[in-house]
């Protein structure tokens, strides 16, 4: 005699978890994009130290993109330059919370955001720990110049690359969730809701 089949499962398919399928999804997209740029953004700074004479323009690409090596004390772009203390301690809590954020992006394009804006802020983080003249304080490394441009580096790209998707994923609607805003709901749920309401009128 055969035992019996066991009962069919009464979570509906709607509701079940599938929260780690998701991030197991999502976040290496992120996890790839720092181990690529991150790295391209400390080989690129020692090579900046080691060959260029620091103030002296290098031509890279004719006028337009210039190689001038400067040490900035401030934030990207040389913002802020008498607040490295403080940029260092905004940088260690954004990349936390950007690590945070990555053990639950369901969204590619947030994935390609967030892996962008780490790569970014650890870029810039290893010089101000790491740099002369001190723990903190280190001077981020600056060699790309475009005309009427501050001065700036690979991780700055990515920080500045990182806030225009986020703009653009914000416009339209794409939540960190892998949802977006406005998007039609579900029949099932739709249909629930107008049962509700005939059964209200």
Request: charged share 20%.
């Amino acid at each position: 005699m055969s035992a019996p089949a066991p009962p069919p499962s009464e979570t509906p398919p709607g509701d079940r978890d599938t929260t780690a399928v998701d991030t197991r999804r999502r976040w290496p997209v992120a996890a790839a994009l720092v181990a690529l740029l991150y790295p391209l953004d400390q080989v690129t700074k020692s090579l900046a130290v080691a060959h260029l004479v620091p103030g002296r323009q290098q031509p890279l690409v004719g006028e337009l993109l210039q190689l001038r090596l400067i040490r900035n004390p401030g934030a990207a772009f040389s913002f802020a330059e008498n607040l490295t203390w403080l940029f260092t301690l905004i940088a260690v809590v954004a990349a936390v919370v950007v690590v945070v954020l990555l053990t639950r992006v369901r969204s590619r394009g947030w994935a390609v955001a967030l892996g962008l804006l780490l790569a970014g802020v650890l870029g810039n983080l290893t010089d101000r720990l790491l740099r002369a003249p001190g723990v903190g304080r280190g001077h981020v490394v600056d060699f790309l110049e475009l005309p009427h441009w501050p001065i700036f580096n690979v991780a700055d790209m990515c920080v500045v690359s990182a806030a225009v998707l986020i703009g653009v994923l914000g416009v339209r609607g794409h939540r960190l969730d892998g949802t977006r805003e406005g998007a039609e709901e579900p029949d099932g749920q739709a249909g629930e809701q107008t049962r509700r309401g005939g059964s209200d009128a």
